[in-house]
């Protein structure tokens, strides 16, 4: 029997298809330092997206890219890089934790939790103040789900509540936070979208900034943005559910 004859392109899809299946029925590891782990295997691999399929002892199905899947498998450097960036992400947010005196217990989980919360007619304020900027700013149109396509995908949302204290964690001068956010995790990478944008701030400029501002004896002012959807133009269109 012989192999039929490829094409340089289709010659390098099958070696790159035939490299990513390798990692199939691989056990991987997912941590989370100071909550522990979730243990489960590569099960599928998908071509056409190419991501993978990975099943976690308890039934959960997570989808996920080639790039990703490599932080979950043991032995390979990314996996090492992810993890010492995962304890050092948990150390700074541990001494961030303790060092606040707010109770997070009384954070209000969801909008019923903070309908029945003492401070009731605070969080109502902050909704009221949150919904209002975002309206404002058109972050959004109301469509009837049947004007959708058939298969579009809807994000499912969340209320999100904080307390909010001072520089010295004051409870005293604590202020109410209610965000609306989308549930952006829903999505896959290469099926419902194709790239992202987080900006952060950068350590390096912000040491720059404070250097200058020792040097030049200038005085640093502080401003808090209230509202999350400082800029709400996209060139992309999402479908997102209110409750």
Not at 77 to 87: I, K
Not at 145 to 167: D, G, H, I
Not at 171 to 182: D, G, M, T
Request: hydrophobic letters at 35%.
């Amino acid at each position: 029997m012989f192999s039929p004859l490829l094409s340089p392109k289709e010659k390098q899809i099958k070696e790159y298809s035939d490299d990513h299946t390798l990692l199939l029925k691989i056990a991987i590891t997912k941590r989370y330092p100071g909550h522990g782990s979730f243990n489960g295997k590569i099960t599928e691999y998908h071509p056409a997206s190419d991501n993978y399929s990975i099943t976690y002892q308890d039934g959960d199905l997570e989808i996920t890219s080639h790039s990703n899947i490599l932080t979950y498998v043991k032995g390979t450097q990314q996996y090492q890089a992810h993890h010492e960036n995962q304890l050092a992400l948990y150390s700074t947010f541990h001494t961030a934790v303790s060092s606040n005196t707010t109770q997070s217990d009384n954070v209000p989980e969801n909008y019923e939790d903070a309908r029945a919360a003492p401070d009731v007619a605070t969080w109502m304020k902050a909704c009221d103040v949150e919904m209002g900027k975002l309206r404002s700013l058109g972050c959004w149109e109301i469509l009837p789900r049947s004007s959708l396509p058939q298969n579009a995908s809807v994000m499912k949302s969340r209320w999100a509540f904080r307390y909010k204290t001072n520089e010295p964690g004051d409870l005293k001068s604590v202020s109410h936070r209610f965000r609306f956010v989308a549930k952006g995790y829903s999505q896959v990478q290469g099926l419902h979208y194709f790239e992202n944008c987080a900006p952060v701030a950068s350590f390096i400029m912000t040491r720059i900034l404070f250097a200058l501002t020792s040097n030049f004896k200038f005085k640093v002012l502080q401003y808090d943005v209230s509202v999350a959807f400082i800029q709400s133009k996209t060139r992309f269109k999402s479908s997102t559910r209110l409750l």
